[in-house]
């Protein structure tokens, strides 16, 4: 008996990418803290006692696991505009790191909703249409506060 693999229009499918982010989120809720020690400062988080090279091996499993569902999902080049520019502007907007990840994430899903609904009709390709609504809103927020300093 052969193996085949998931076809990415099925239920199944859909839910084996539901489940695994369901994993990501849980894991990043249960080890937030000493994430965030790790990440801002090694140093410190050694110092506390946090097994660094776990943690940031775990840091670097939660990073492949997001790209690798989010490249079957959209794409290298989306993936690589949906990892960055939903942060980036969300560092200009956000006071605290887990404001940045739920902004970064409601903004990464309002900019893929966004462009599907723009594609649909003149029937543009969609991966542009989003890139290009992120990097526009990315501008106009360096614009903003270009303006306010």
């Known amino acids: 008996m052969t193996h085949q693999p ?14 695994l982010d ?6 990043t809720a249960a080890f937030y803290r000493p994430l965030l020690a790790l990440t801002f400062d090694e140093e410190f988080a050694r110092l506390r006692g946090l097994p660094v090279t776990s943690l ?4 670097m499993l939660l990073i492949a696991l997001t790209v690798v569902l989010l490249l079957q999902v ?9 990892l960055t520019l939903p942060a980036a502007l969300a560092s200009h907007w956000a006071r605290s790191l887990i404001g940045i990840m739920v902004m970064a994430s409601g903004l990464g899903m309002l ?9 649909y009709a003149p029937d543009w390709p969609v991966g ?13 927020s360096i614009g903003i506060r270009r303006l306010q300093r």
Not at 22 to 27: A, E, F, R
Not at 128 to 140: D, E, G, Q, R
């Open 6 to 19: 998931l076809n990415p229009y099925t239920r199944e499918y859909l839910g084996w990418l539901a489940l």
């Open 22 to 27: 369901v994993i990501l989120l849980g894991v």
């Open 56 to 59: 940031y091996l775990l840091l």
């Open 128 to 140: 542009p249409v989003i890139i290009l609504l992120a990097t526009s809103a990315y501008l106009l």
């Open 74 to 82: 959209v794409g290298l080049i989306l993936v690589i505009a949906l």
């Open 111 to 119: 900019y893929t909703l966004s462009g599907l609904a723009l594609a």
